[in-house]
């Protein structure tokens, strides 16, 4: 065997192996959870109160319920990374409007038992919304949530759907950021938001930044045009800017979501 064959059977064999870890460990890259317990709601937002809901396949799950004035309430799904209490100034600028909120974790973020992917969030998101009973709700997804927040919206109609920086499906989301993988025949979670977004049956608001490197604004414009959707475009704003949290257009938007008839 000569030694050029011999150097190229190693580049395959390590390749290979490569390709093997990123398909074993890949949700290891998707899904970022802060797995600490937040401290107690009411310490963090004024009124809110920590709740529990029970998943189809037995996760008890936590969450803050902040209970508000109108008739209607934000059901909130985070993005990959964090929990709950990265969420807060979220939940406490909806609550100043008089909206109640409700922030829900994964399974595997906060505290919660579990570990994530792509249909245990849906069952996850899916409790939170049985949790609420018959309210008027707006399903609020960011980022990875936005997803989520698309797909509970086909199974469960929300009284409006904002998708703040959603991408096109994962895999496109993915691309962006691990650019020299082979992401898409990789993906074992799809996340096809915009093909899902069709079936949709709800008024639709998407909100992005056009700074955004992590979703590109080229993603959440392509995901509102397949939704038909309102557009709120945030210039110069990056994906994990404050403005992009609690920001007043952000939650102008939610508000006049809440406030359209139906």
């Given at each position: 065997m000569t030694t050029l064959l011999r150097a190229a059977l190693v580049v395959a064999a390590v390749a290979v192996l490569l390709l093997a870890l990123l398909w074993v460990f890949q949700r290891r890259l998707i899904y970022l959870p802060d797995r600490a317990a937040?401290?107690?709601a009411g310490t963090v937002v004024p009124g809110a109160r920590d709740v529990t809901?029970?998943?189809r396949d037995g996760l008890?799950?936590?969450a803050w319920h902040v209970p508000g004035r109108r008739d209607v309430t934000v059901l909130v799904m985070g993005g990959n990374a964090g929990n709950r209490l990265h969420r807060a100034p979220l939940a406490s600028a909806l609550a100043a409007h008089g909206l109640g909120v409700l922030l829900m974790d994964y399974r595997g973020y906060g505290g919660n038992p579990g570990t994530p992917d792509e249909e245990g969030l849906l069952r996850d998101a899916l409790a939170a919304r049985d949790w609420l009973g018959g309210r008027r709700v707006v399903y609020f997804g960011e980022s990875l949530g936005a997803a989520v927040a698309t797909?509970?919206?086909m199974e469960r109609p929300p009284h409006g759907l904002l998708l703040r920086s959603p991408f096109t499906d994962l895999a496109a989301a993915g691309q962006v950021n691990y650019p020299f993988l082979p992401v898409r025949p990789l993906l074992r979670d799809r996340f096809p938001v915009a093909e899902q977004i069709r079936r949709v049956r709800a008024p639709v608001v998407v909100v992005y930044g056009t700074a955004d490197t992590i979703v590109p604004a080229r993603l959440s414009r392509t995901?509102?045009?397949a939704a038909g959707a309102t557009v709120v475009?945030?210039?110069?704003?990056?994906?994990?800017?404050?403005?992009m949290l609690n920001g007043p257009a952000l939650i102008n938007a939610v508000l006049d979501l809440a406030s359209r008839p139906g």
């Open positions: 937040p401290p107690p809901f029970t998943t008890e799950l936590a797909r509970l919206a995901v509102a045009e475009e945030m210039d110069g704003a990056g994906h994990n800017d404050l403005e």
